[in-house]
């Protein structure tokens, strides 16, 4: 007979940005600390940031806590002006906040025990005591892994010098030097690491010579309620959609030599590029060089305009020749539409065959065969399609489903734990909630996201 592990409530210390309503990576630990508290679990979370009003469906939740670690960094100020500027204030003010939330993880602890400590989003480990990463398993969950930034950062450096002041450049490739060097030792304390896909996991086994037998591949959740009924006509011209930062290894400059490619080959398309650049890189000036017959570059558009966009469109390209995830793939699988990525995408594993074309790095004939393709499949069965596609991404992306799987890994790591090498946390501690504490946190006595706090300065 086999037996039958019995499921357990877990006390996790939650590591992360802060969470919001629906915006990339910050949306994703809005739906993880929602569904992982829905199965059960007790979070006390800690934020490196100060207090701000937080998504609805995290407010009031019995099994959520949070503490915040002030901070005074703004927007708009004389150290956050200008795009390199903010880049570096912010990393260093989050970097000393993770750092002054240690003592109260570390007392949280000491007053109500964790199972385990879950680092989302950064693998380095700034936040995390050393006294509690010993005594209890140390999960990380990155959502990407700067070798992998800077590998791509020495490779486009001729685009790079096309687009940014070369002070930029290297203020740039030094943090990720840094940084790099800090995740290569961060990454060797972890008990597991979440990867969220297969290609991501295996740059991290080999730039950060991880253990792979300590890995699980769990993708991103999306909240598929966000995207309505799809569409089961095509447009007249057929839309493809380029939706992301215009920045480093997102591959617009192969989204741009598409442009012509199509034209020559006289496909009709009208490919819509929606985006912004990043604080670190940006590309924008590299669209100059699209073809005006078929591309229109339209700026980047509200977090809530997103669903529409993937709605009207037919086709979305992601491009990118590293993408540890890549959500706008997920989303717009969500939205029953078909796909086309390059195999550095992490979100396009294990979509069907109908609803994705994988396509080579850096190869745009490629890219334009792949166009092609898929347009035929839309001319000759579209509601066919898009129905495999939103099935794709219930079938994978569901965040019922993500949550499950992350669960169950989280219950059967505390279980292996404590019964090898001893990972159980002191006996005879009555658990409980903890009240505020005079060393400039914020703790959050109750689930109630609208309490005021006092901040020191970062």
């Known amino acids: 007979m086999v037996a039958v592990r019995q499921r357990r409530s877990l006390h996790i ?31 006390d979370c800690f934020f490196p940031g100060s207090q701000r009003e937080l998504p609805v469906g995290l407010c009031n939740r019995e099994e959520l806590t949070f503490t915040w670690a002030g901070t005074r960094w703004q927007w708009d100020q004389w150290y956050s002006r200008h795009a390199l500027s903010k880049f570096v204030t912010r990393l260093g003010s989050q970097a000393k906040a993770f750092i002054r939330l240690r003592s109260a993880v570390e007392r949280r602890h000491a007053e109500d025990p964790f199972d385990l400590i879950y680092q989302f989003s950064n693998i380095e480990t700034l936040g995390v005591p050393r006294t509690v990463g010993k005594s209890v398993p140390l999960v990380i969950h990155p959502e990407t892994h700067v070798a992998g930034e800077l590998r791509w950062f020495i490779a486009e450096r001729k685009l790079g010098r096309r687009c940014q002041r070369w002070y930029q450049l290297v203020v740039v490739g030094v ?21 969220i896909s297969s290609v991501f996991r295996d740059h991290l086994v080999k730039d950060y010579r991880f253990r792979r037998n300590a890995t699980e591949v769990i993708p991103n959740p999306v909240r598929l309620a966000r995207f309505g009924d799809y569409r089961a006509s095509i447009g007249s011209p057929p839309t493809i959609l380029v939706l992301g930062r215009i920045a480093l290894r997102k591959g617009i400059d192969q989204v741009i030599e598409l442009s012509h490619v199509l034209r020559a080959r006289g496909v009709d398309v009208q490919i819509r590029i929606v985006g912004s650049g990043s604080l670190w890189s940006d590309y924008r000036p590299l669209l100059r060089d699209i073809d005006p017959t078929n591309t229109t570059y339209v700026g980047s558009v509200p977090v809530d305009m997103i669903p529409s966009e993937l709605c009207d469109a037919d ?88 949550c499950q799987r992350i669960s169950d890994a989280l219950e059967g790591l505390v279980a292996s734990s404590q019964a090898g090498v001893c990972h159980n946390p002191q006996s005879g501690v009555t658990a409980g909630r903890m009240g505020s504490h005079h ?20």
Request: proline letters at 7%; a negative charge; aromatic letters at 4%.
């Open 175 to 195: 943090v990720f030097v840094l940084r790099a060097a800090v995740q290569r030792v961060s990454i060797q304390r972890a008990t597991l690491v979440i990867c």
């Open 439 to 458: 060393d400039g946190l914020n703790y959050a006595v109750s689930s109630d996201c609208h309490q005021g706090s006092k901040h020191p300065p970062a």
């Open 315 to 402: 086709i979305l390209i992601q491009a990118s020749k590293y993408e540890p995830f890549g959500l706008t793939v997920a989303e717009a699988l969500a939205a029953g539409m078909p796909v086309i990525a390059t195999p550095e995408v992490g979100a396009i594993e294990g979509a069907s065959r109908l609803s994705a074309i994988i396509a080579p790095v850096s190869d745009p004939e490629a890219l334009a065969d792949a166009v092609e393709t898929m347009l035929e499949r839309l001319r000759a069965d579209a509601p066919g399609v898009r129905q495999a596609a939103r099935a794709d991404a219930e079938r994978l992306f569901s965040p019922d489903v993500v």
């Open 13 to 43: 210390a939650w590591l992360g940005p802060v969470p919001v309503e629906d915006a990339g990576v910050l949306g994703v630990a809005t739906d993880l600390l929602d569904g992982l508290g829905r199965l059960g679990h007790r979070i």
